[in-house]
């Protein structure tokens, strides 16, 4: 089979930097693929996603059922937050249950940080802002509250905001599961040899960056926004762990827990099966 080159996007993070580092500096390679890649916010890639522009994608969770006509869903590559995730923040300290009506400053109306945040509270007034503004936009008043992912989950307080919730400590108190952020995905127009290749290539580079962390960080800093080596190791280790290698039993069922009360609430309009590639 000849060689194809194929685009892989994702986010212009730490954590994906991180992942992808091994691939990125052609430290592993294939017979069968070279992939370029390509770096978008998760809200343009969700968008990119729906008109099936990339290969291989970071999506939200939140926006697979929209896209799995296109897409299958990788078992390797997903971002969860196990007891912690988008947080909530507010330049006035107020309670959770005060969140009812307020308006929120949002990364993407696709993002699966939305989707949490309108099953914590539907009545809502959200306002989309770019994810690397939110904090500016809500220390300014533009926003009763802003929705951090990313980084800003770990900066927040510097900028004299206050965390009103944290939606994965939310979710795992309440599910007792992960909460399922980000995952990858890959087109269904390729042949399958190709499919089975780049899940294993994804994977090798997971593990590659877990077995050389030092260097891998090292490469990852020049992607994280405003934090020094120790914090974006801290974020680093938060969504990119095991359940990056394979997302696990665990894992599947927090995926079909979150897409499933997204139907039932009205966010997500069609019901959805899973379709991992093996």
Known sequence: MEKRELVLAHSPDSDDAFMFYGLATRKLRSRLVTLKHVLHDIETLNRNALEGKFDVTAISYHAYPFLAGQYRLMATGSSMGDGYGPILVSPRLFAPE????????????????????????????????????????????????????????????????????????????????????????????????????????????VQYAMDHREEALSYAMQFARDMDAALADKFVGMYVNDYTLDCGERGRRAIELLLRLGHESGAIPNRVELDFLP
């Not at 307080?157 to 890959?186: F, M, N, S, T």
């Open 98 to 205: 005060e969140v009812k009506g307020k308006k929120i400053a949002v990364p993407g109306l696709m993002t699966t940080a939305f989707l949490a945040l309108k099953l914590f509270e539907p009545d809502i007034d959200p306002v989309v802002v770019p994810f690397d503004r939110i904090i500016e936009a809500t220390r300014e008043g533009r926003a009763d509250a802003g929705l951090l992912i990313h980084e800003g989950q770990l900066t927040y307080d510097r900028e004299g905001l206050h965390r009103i919730a944290d939606l994965g400590r939310w979710w795992r108190q309440k599910h007792d599961l992960p909460l399922p952020l980000g995952a990858l995905v890959i087109s269904r127009k390729l042949p399958c040899e190709i499919q089975s290749e780049v899940s294993k290539l994804v994977r090798r580079s």
